[in-house]
Structures are given as C-alpha cells and as structure tokens.
C-alpha cells in the first residue's frame, strides 16, 4: 500500500476501519502518517527531526496517541487525526512508550522505564493521574486493553 514497505512499521486502523495510522521512515527519521484503507491519501501528520513510532487511535477516530523523541526522551504524545494539537502527556527522564487508549477513550495506558524497571502505567487521555499498575522484578510492556 505504500511506496516504502521496508520502513513502513506499525500500522493501525482507525475505528471505522476507513484509514490507516502508521510510522515511516522518509527524509532520515520516522514520522507518523494516516492513509485512506486502499493506500490513497497519504498524508504526513508529524514533521520534525526527532523519531516518532506506534500511532494508536481512540475509539471515536479523532485522536491519535504515539510515541516522540522530540524532546530528547521517549515521550507519550497526542494530536488530533489530521495532527494538529500535538500535545505531550508525560514529562521524565526515563523513556515512556507506545499508548493504548482505553476502549472509553478516557484513559492512555502505557509502559515507563522511570522506576528503574519496565513497568505499565496508566493516566488520564489529557496526562493527568500517572498511576504505576505493575510492580514486578522481570520487565512489564506493550499493554492493552480488553474491549
């Protein structure tokens, strides 16, 4: 579906299943970009020097949750689903990474390095109330939610 197949990772569908989130790698760095379901309408939604990985949509298809490194560290990020508003929801020196939204849309779980280990976390859609879910010695990643 895209001119770029090798660097083309972590597709995900919009709720209605009529576009596609996804992260590619043009013009040295990884960015996030939507399509329509048959490849048409690519459209770049992020656009900086810092990499940016796994789009995740809400449940009602207006926002999009992802991953950025513009700001030196893993951080969790959102934007609206033509990337406007990009917003960063959490702020620490230890990586955040990849969002799920809770199937309400009220909620963003994630996993965090900033204990010393990989745990999972969960905050509010707007970054509030960051709240440590696991507590285990072996590493804790990629959550989600069940519907």
């Known amino acids: 579906l895209t001119d770029n197949p090798a660097e083309d990772k972590y597709p995900a569908w919009s709720p ?5 989130a996804f992260t590619s790698y043009q013009d040295d760095d990884y960015e996030i970009y939507v399509m329509n379901a048959d490849g048409s309408g690519q459209t770049r939604l992020t656009d ?3 990499d940016e990985y796994y789009p995740d949509w809400s449940p009602d298809g207006t926002r999009i949750a992802f991953q950025s490194e513009r700001d ?8 609206n689903d033509d990337g ?6 959490t702020d620490n020196p ?7 939204w809770s199937p309400d849309g ?14 999972i976390y ?16 072996a590493d804790d990643v990629a959550p989600a939610w069940s519907p």
């Open 94 to 100: 230890a990586p955040d990474i990849r969002g799920a």
């Open 16 to 20: 209605d299943g009529m576009r596609i």
């Open 84 to 89: 406007s508003d990009q917003t960063r929801l």
């Open 48 to 50: 900086n020097l810092a």
């Open 72 to 79: 030196g560290n893993d951080e969790i990020y959102v934007m």
């Open 106 to 119: 009220k909620r963003i779980a994630f996993y965090s390095y900033r204990d010393g280990n990989w745990e």
């Open 122 to 137: 969960v905050m509010n859609a707007d970054g509030s109330a960051q709240t440590r879910l696991t507590t285990d010695p």
